[in-house]
């Protein structure tokens, strides 16, 4: 994937400027067939909690990030940031604040509700996959524009562009070959703190990618067929 050099920059105000889209259409029966391959390659797709400690090439990891980011956002503001953690001792502090964070939770925090949904995952205080994985992804959505004089401009729709743009990112992780796991301790304000990050981004989630271990295990779940999710009018 080739990077755009472009930088984007806030537009507010700016009138319309439209350029051409002439995108070239694929014939019925290529589309049917990679339509088809998609869909038989996401099935393998499998959330993993266990992780080989062997690195995985960084432009793989960048070039998702990449994909990730064109996703649609609320007038296109691209609310995200991904910090890349790959230093082990960050990691570790990482896990330390989170397994403090997951103890109060799972010792009365969540209720017995939650508890009752998470027990067929195998789910637990420990979170290994934090320090087991070679990288992180940490993801931040940006709750408003911050500029550099300290100018401030709302950003619209934040939660649903994040959330579209890490479903692309789990995609292009899949399909290049790496696994992830999407892990929200709650709360997540130490992300920020560890981090360093600014004041107008707020933790979403943090995706630790790497090869499954040798004697990687899953739990055996069913996913909802597609006339279950499917209503056609």
Known sequence: M????????????????PVPYRPERMPPEESLTRAAE?????????TVRQFAPDPVPEQVV???????STAPSGAHQQPWTFVLVRDPEVRRRIRAAAEHEERISYDGRLGEEWLAALRPLGTDRVKAHLTDAPALLVVFQ???WLGEDGTKRKHYYV???VGIAVGMLLSALHLSGLAALVHTPSPMRFLSQVLGRPENEKAFAVIPVGYPAPDCQVPDLVRKSLDQVLVEV
């Open 159 to 161: 939660d649903e562009s």
């Open 62 to 68: 960048r070039d998702a990030i990449a994909c990730a």
């Open 142 to 144: 940006e709750r408003y």
């Open 2 to 17: 080739t990077e755009t050099t472009e930088h984007w920059a806030p537009d507010h105000g700016e009138p319309y400027r």
């Open 38 to 46: 998609l869909r038989d390659r996401m099935r393998e797709r499998h």
